[in-house]
């Protein structure tokens, strides 16, 4: 769960409508988003299932960026923003591909 922006009674109402018993104890985010990050957290998770997957060997190889970019355009970002965003989305992604890795 993600600390961006916290809606205990959106989250109640998610339970709900899935037909699953809500948490008794407001959830705790597992970590806080930096509001100078916010922006690229959410491109990032835009992009989040837009990953290139090398077929022979059967592991993630890095996002499809042509995607990143149309994303970037789609959430009206201005282009003096991008090259700082596309930094932090790299990290992200580096951070992942390590993951993976192990």
Not at 91 to 99: D, G, P, S, W, Y
Request: charged share 25%; proline share 8%; glycine share 4%.
């Amino acid at each position: 769960m993600c600390g961006v922006e916290s809606n205990p009674k959106a989250l109640h109402d998610d339970f709900v409508a899935f037909g699953l018993a809500p948490p008794e104890e407001p959830v705790q985010p597992d970590f806080v988003i930096w509001p100078e990050h916010k922006t690229a957290y959410e491109v990032f998770k835009i992009c989040e299932t837009q990953w290139n997957f090398h077929p022979v060997e059967g592991v993630w190889v890095g996002l499809n960026y042509q995607v990143v970019f149309a994303v970037l355009a789609q959430q009206a970002i201005p282009s003096k923003e991008h090259a700082a965003i596309l930094d932090l989305i790299r990290v992200m992604e580096r951070a992942i591909l390590t993951r993976k890795d192990k």
